[in-house]
């Protein structure tokens, strides 16, 4: 079966807002791998770069799991541009600061201001989210653009066709395949060249949320509700992060600790131990205890590492990979939404420009050029913060607090309308770190693929004109 036929009945394109109106001049059939948030994200911007896109999805309903996400304003001015500020407004909460505390007391080492600089700094907002909902908006914008089909998990790929069979025995036929198919992907097996297998990293994370009016009953726990801040503690051999999700009406919380097992099941969805989770963190703060008191169940997420891929495209150049399915990331970052949103951002973009089939593999390689450095170093930045935040107490962790509270008491500083005195690149609180804030959150996927194509894209075009 083609991937057109599968439109509905009277299925019309919207009129797209994307790429200053521009459009492809050759519609291409699209199967997209995985209704997941990157999946949604990449068929949309497909979509509105004016080509016929189909998901196809494994599971029998729409819908994720999962708890908090962070969309910071390199994520969060994309999808304002696709229409769901009000939505994010309802649902997000603005994080006004990052603290990190220490894990036996709660003392504040390092505290970094988000709000109102954030959005000033870099002209959109940083919202924490529940994944759910995020998922649901992102569905509610693409749904009417595409094909949306479940109980349609593939088992196979042919890159050269290109087609995918399904479990049913059904052949999906496309002209390009996007494999967004998360961490456990079938897509990159072929882009690979066989299974690769991940490394523990000797971490996983309990992962639970707690409603909102239960810590604000506690005199203790409620400014962690009042304060809109996401509150991190750094611990000898783990972290637990936890901030305000749903307008404020639940807290989330993820629980990094050590993980022995040599192999084990790489799920967000995994059932955990509740009071193995509790006896985990028994000599933590009092703080911290209040707070797993209230867990009633959690998930248990296995944190499993893969080095970055030498290239996205298979040979063929008919499929590519796309978010966590490319270069997925350890949560210690907080970026691997946002680097699964930028490719689909990106790659839509520079399919706008498509006019003849002969152009798909030179813009699928204009796609890596311009995201495959960009999510490397997120990886690679997001393990560096393992190595910060789970110190054991003595003179590296004494250094570390001390590096954070030297950016702390010059944030405090400016906050006060004072001059900034320090020089802040390399700050173990990474956050703290200008440069690297301009370059994480200043990103504009849009702006860069516009730029690239003003540079290069005369002389792509040139090599592969329309015939």
Known sequence: MNAQESKPAGWTHQPDHLYKGRRASLPLNIVVIGCGLGGLAAAYCLAQAGHNITILEAASAIGEAGAGVQASPNVSRLLIRWGLGPSLEELGVKIQALSFKRWSNDEVVGWTPFGDVINKEYGSPFYLLHRADLHHMLYEATEPHCTIRVNSRVVSVDPSKPSVTLASGEVVTADLLIGADGVKSVAREYVVGGPDKPRVTGDAAYRATIPAEKLLQDDELKPLVEKMESNLWMGPGGHIVGYTIRAKKEFNLVMVHPDEAEWGVESWTAEGNVDKMKENYKRWSTTVRKLLALVPSTLDWKLMDRDP???????????????????????????????????????????SHCSDRSQILPLLYAYQSLRYDRATATQTSSSLNRHIFHQPDGPEQEDRDRDMRAAMEDALRVVRGEQS??????????????TKNDIQ????????????????????MTLFPSI
């Open 309 to 351: 891929l030498p290239s996205w495209i298979h040979k063929d150049g008919k499929l590519v990979l796309l978010g966590d399915s490319c270069h997925p990331m350890l949560p210690y970052r907080a970026q691997g939404l946002a680097m699964a949103i930028e490719d689909a951002a990106v790659l839509g973009n520079i399919f």
């Open 441 to 460: 959150f200043g990103y504009d996927a849009d702006e860069e693929a516009e730029k690239w194509w003003l540079a290069n894209g005369d002389q792509l």
């Open 421 to 434: 005195t320090r020089v802040l690149a390399g700050n173990a609180n990474q956050w703290a770190d200008k």
